[in-house]
Nanobody, 123 residues
């Protein structure tokens, strides 16, 4: 599975962005999909994940109520709608695919990673 993330950019605090992650290769609907982020000097952290069918979703507490993950299996694309952005959301955002049986938050469980897209939120 190859993953291509896009949609990052520079936005003011309170603004919105929508990230996209296009998958190609093996049938993408088989995979649970996750978004992670990594700020300079910090470890990669979990943001949100969605099951292959789209019926099960989990979020990090820091983004709950502000971010929404969704997927369109017909387009083999996963989205992350980010609203009410804060400066602390500034990071390189990655999408990842997991072939396991349950949706997880642990980066090490994900098998495939995209290249990352930069999100910068100014105060």
């Amino acid at each position: 599975v190859q993953l291509q993330a896009s949609g990052g950019g520079l936005v003011q605090a309170g603004g919105s962005l929508r990230l996209s992650c296009a998958a190609s290769g093996r049938t993408s609907s088989r995979y649970h999909m996750g978004w992670f982020r990594q700020a300079p000097g910090k470890e990669r952290e979990f943001v949100a994940a969605i099951s292959g069918s789209g019926g099960f979703i989990i979020y990090a507490d820091s983004v709950k109520g502000r971010f929404t993950i969704s997927r369109d299996n017909a387009k083999a694309t996963v989205y992350l709608q980010m609203n009410s952005l804060k400066p602390e959301d500034t990071a390189l955002y990655y999408c990842a695919a997991d072939s396991g049986t349950v949706v997880v938050r642990t980066p090490l469980r994900y098998d495939y990673w995209g290249q990352g897209t930069q999100v910068t939120v100014s105060s």
